[in-house]
């Protein structure tokens, strides 16, 4: 009987074991980076302290560029890989009055704290967002836009929120850059999927936070 019980132990560990080997990475050398840093025309460069210094040259852009790692064969479907990067920010832009910056985040999450260490729903009640965007359209600098009859509580709304860059090694994403910037900061959101279809997929989250000069 306890040769039977030793037994079926070493057949479930067996089978635990397996099964944490069953989720290998979608990408090509098990092995999922990227890196992103923006474009030497807007003539940025990082410091010590973490921000990037973004330079308004008469530009009204700057642009972010990444390089992702290569996906396995079998996630790359007629030579197009199964890969997106989302773009986010925390800075808002209405055009007729004012811009501003608050601590919003959407598909990952929004923050109620100026470091970004706590995230809280989309719809919160904390942040006046309905009484905005009912006076102007709120625009991110991201590239996407907050209207005045845009649903923030719905449940497909976060699917309509944020921009992307899909199916490409090398994505490249231009933000929106003007004189009266200068002075604020940023913090752009970004996120990899590695394989967005069915199967084993990575996720990655990046932060860049900006200064404008």
């Known amino acids: 009987m306890q040769i039977r019980i030793l037994f079926f132990i070493i057949i479930c560990q067996l089978f635990i074991t397996c099964s944490k080997q069953e989720s290998p990475s979608p990408c090509l050398l098990d092995d999922c980076r990227q890196s992103f840093w923006i474009d030497t025309l807007s003539n940025a460069a990082t410091f010590k302290d973490g921000y990037w210094r973004v330079k308004y040259q008469g530009l009204g852009y700057f642009t972010i560029k990444g390089m992702l790692s290569e996906l396995k064969p079998e996630y790359v479907i007629n030579k197009v890989p199964l890969i997106e990067t989302q773009y986010d920010s925390d800075y808002w832009i209405i055009f007729d009055t004012l811009s501003f910056t608050v601590p919003m985040y959407s598909y990952m999450g929004w923050f109620n704290d100026k470091k970004f260490n706590t995230p809280i729903s ?8 309905s009484q905005w965007k009912s006076q102007s359209d709120i625009y991110n600098l991201a590239g996407y836009t907050i209207t005045r009859h845009m649903c923030i509580d719905c449940p497909y709304t976060p699917t ?11 994505p490249s994403k231009s933000f929106y850059l003007s004189p009266q910037m200068i002075g604020d900061t940023a913090t752009i959101f970004i996120r990899v999927l590695y394989n ?15 200064i404008f000069e």
Not at 122 to 129: D, E, P, S
Not at 160 to 170: E, M
């Open 160 to 170: 309509l929120i944020g921009s992307y860059s899909k199916y490409n090694y090398t």
């Open 122 to 129: 989309i719809g919160n009640k904390t942040y006046t967002m």
């Open 196 to 210: 967005n279809d069915y199967g084993n997929r990575v996720v990655r989250e990046e932060q860049m936070k900006l």
